[in-house]
């Protein structure tokens, strides 16, 4: 419901209709999370470990919207050093698909890798998992991607947590 609701408010007719008809809906939807799922004295800002320039990405077919994504997260120091941890999946209980695994995965793999580019095969894989509407193939736009990437990794935090 929540994908749906998310769609739904992006016509600014439906969206008006659902803020005047249904505000409680719209509040619940939008309410900030209000569980701890790190720690914030564990959130190191720089880089824990010097890391040299890791591996490239091979553009695997109008794949550059996946590609740039996957490049400033990794590069993202905060979101690295936890996921280069490993803590994530060590604890993880999804069964399926896990997002944070997945890029847990790949930072990984590009930090390590001794290649100077990698396949981000784990990542296109999953490419529907992450956003329906994706479609090998095709060129998507990133901002889209980064979005639907985010959701779901923040899904596969909260669904790991406990209450």
């Known amino acids: 419901i929540t994908r749906l609701l998310k769609k739904l408010l992006c016509n600014k007719i439906v969206s008006s209709l659902f803020k005047c008809h249904f505000p409680a809906v719209i509040a619940k939807e939008m309410a900030p999370q209000q569980r701890i799922l790190f720690p914030p004295e564990k959130i190191r800002m720089d880089w824990q470990q010097r890391q040299r320039a890791g591996a490239g990405l091979h553009n695997l077919g109008n794949t550059c919207f996946v590609n740039s994504v996957l490049q400033c997260l990794t590069y993202t120091a905060p979101l690295a050093n936890y996921l280069l941890s490993r803590?994530?999946?060590?604890?993880?209980?999804?069964?399926?698909?896990?997002?944070?695994?997945?890029?847990e995965?790949?930072?990984?793999?590009?930090?390590?890798?001794?290649d100077s580019a990698i396949q981000p095969s784990a990542v296109i894989n999953v490419l529907t998992r992450i956003g329906e509407d994706f479609q090998l193939g095709r060129q998507e736009d990133a901002h889209e991607f980064l979005h639907y990437t985010v959701d779901a990794m923040q899904t596969a935090c909260?669904?790991?947590s406990s209450e």
């Open 87 to 103: 803590e994530h999946s060590q604890s993880c209980r999804q069964q399926d698909f896990c997002m944070m695994c997945i890029m």
């Open 158 to 160: 909260l669904s790991g």
């Open 105 to 114: 995965a790949h930072v990984n793999e590009v930090l390590h890798s001794s």
